[in-house]
């Protein structure tokens, strides 16, 4: 496909990290290379832009914080916020494609010949929990149900993540006939030779990749840590958020500071995941699971929960227990802990697990998943 003209809808410019900016980049890279692609988001704009081919920034200022008890209805009022201004930032494209339903009564109002929203995750279903997978706010569901919904009435393709993605899109956002496009973003890391420090001889890396808020559930990590004492591993968390200072607080308590290393975040996790032999990702909600996938593209053995009352995550769609890794109740940490002994004491069972997980993730990138997505754009145009 060349010469056309796409813009990009979303609420992270490519300076942010993140799973929805890593497709960013990857399908920027893809189209920009015969098209012109406009990327119209309200962050600061990207250092590296220049490198990508094809690439127009637009910026749209960020909504200023609602005053007084107006601050509950801030999902709505930024909706009608990015409708005011999107439109007049960008000229009629070919194809508009919104990751944010915050866009979604902006998507109907710029000038393209077709729409398309990308969920990154389902809003609703996200704040109908807490950060713990107890109650939420129902207001705020309420709204991104509205917004999400009307996202997909806009658009003429709607893309999710995984099955179980649209099943809680069917599920929480009241549309049971929802039939999306599913398209894993199976986008693999860069390959890298493993961090030189990751650890010392004979120890194994287990390593933790997520941002630092309750909903990613890390305290678990130091729980599981805190009961493998006697065996030589080292345990590593990449990322940062407001989780960072309680948790290393945490480690200071349990007497894990000397095991448990707080790397902070990077822009290039690619060492770290190269020097990984187990990948724990304890999270509370996924909808695809892109650490559990890049850590499987690089061998390490993914150890992911099941599915429970305060546990939904789509790694579970990537993971099949004990073959290409391990599918375990996180709210018993001593299970998990008895996980990561066993394959630290059977080097042939952590081996065929890491084939296998390798394996499997290398077989979703064929076809690339920007060549998918452009597959489906150029059916979505004829």
Known sequence: ????????????GLDQRGGG?????????????ENEVVLCAHTQRARDAAALPGLVERHVPEHPAPRGPL????????????????????????????????????????????RVYVSLSPQARQESF?????????????????????????????????????????????????????????IPPRRALPAPDARAEGELLVLTVARLIPLKNVGAVLEVASRVRDLPVRFAVLGDGPGFEPLRKRAAELGLLERVRFLGGTADPAPWLAAADLLLHPSRYESF????????????????????????SAATELVEHRVSGLV????????????????????ALRLRLSAAARARAQGMCE????????????ELLR
């Not at 009022?77 to 919104?98: F, G, H, S």
């Not at 995984?162 to 929480?172: N, P, V």
């Not at 998990?336 to 630290?344: I, T």
Request: net charge positive; charged share 25%.
């Open 130 to 186: 807490d950060m713990l997978g107890r109650g939420g706010s129902k207001l705020r569901a309420w709204q991104y149900a509205r917004l999400e919904r009307a996202a997909i009435r806009a658009a003429d393709l709607c893309i999710v993540s995984s099955a179980t993605h649209a099943e809680e899109i069917r599920r929480y956002e009241g549309l049971p006939r929802f039939a999306p496009l599913i398209l894993a973003p199976a």
């Open 21 to 33: 900016v890593t497709m960013l980049h990857a399908l920027i890279a893809r189209l920009g290379a």
């Open 71 to 114: 601050w509950r209805l801030r999902p709505l009022l930024r909706a009608r916020w990015l409708a005011r201004r999107t439109p007049t930032a960008v000229e009629p494209v070919d194809v508009a494609i919104a990751f944010d339903c915050h866009f979604a009564w902006a998507l109907p109002r710029v000038r393209a010949a077709k």
């Open 328 to 347: 375990l109740d996180f709210e018993d940490p001593a299970a998990v802990a008895s996980a990561v002994r066993e394959l630290c004491v059977d080097p």
């Open 289 to 312: 699971g892109m650490a559990v996938f890049e850590g499987m593209c690089c061998g390490a053995v993914p150890i992911v929960p099941r599915r429970a009352a305060h546990f939904v």
């Open 367 to 378: 076809p690339p998943w920007a060549a998918r997505f452009e597959s489906a754009l150029e």
């Open 1 to 12: 496909m060349r010469g056309k003209r796409f813009l990009l809808l979303n609420n992270q």
